[in-house]
């Protein structure tokens, strides 16, 4: 098993920045990916980012638009994920989660495809 903790939300004014944090422990052998998904009130789970561990690959959500970066830190069994540029809009919980490995058909934009999940912080940007 493998726990995902997440921090570093909390409550921003628009055109700020936050940095969460998501610290893997337990069965910690490199996951194939980790990403990051968002849920807000009455809406379904969204992809935001995503990043491959071995090479580093990123993804991201065609809403980020160059304001989210994601990161990891192999040392320290983390990824981040570095909010600016935050909108109202971005109110959410966040969530973190990994994939324990590859597959042909994999599709790290989709929820369905980790394997394990944080248990969410709040991001909440004010106008």
């Known amino acids: 098993q493998v726990q995902l903790v997440e921090s570093g939300g909390g409550l921003v004014q628009a055109g700020g920045s936050l940095r969460l944090s998501c610290a893997a422990s337990g069965r910690t052998s490199s996951p194939y990916a980790m990403g990051w998904f968002r849920q807000a009130p009455g809406k379904e789970r969204e992809f935001v980012a995503a990043i491959t561990w071995s090479t580093s690959s990123t993804y991201y959500a065609d809403y980020v638009n160059g304001r989210f970066t994601i990161a990891r830190d192999n040392a320290k069994n983390t990824v981040y994920l570095q909010m600016n540029s935050l909108k109202p809009e971005d109110t959410a919980v966040y969530f973190c989660?990994?994939?324990?490995?590859?597959?042909?058909?994999?599709?790290?934009?989709?929820?369905?495809?980790?394997?394990?999940w944080g248990q969410g912080t709040q991001v909440t940007v004010s106008s």
């Open positions: 989660a990994a994939r324990r490995s590859w597959s042909i058909t994999l599709n790290l934009r989709d929820h369905v495809n980790y394997d394990y």
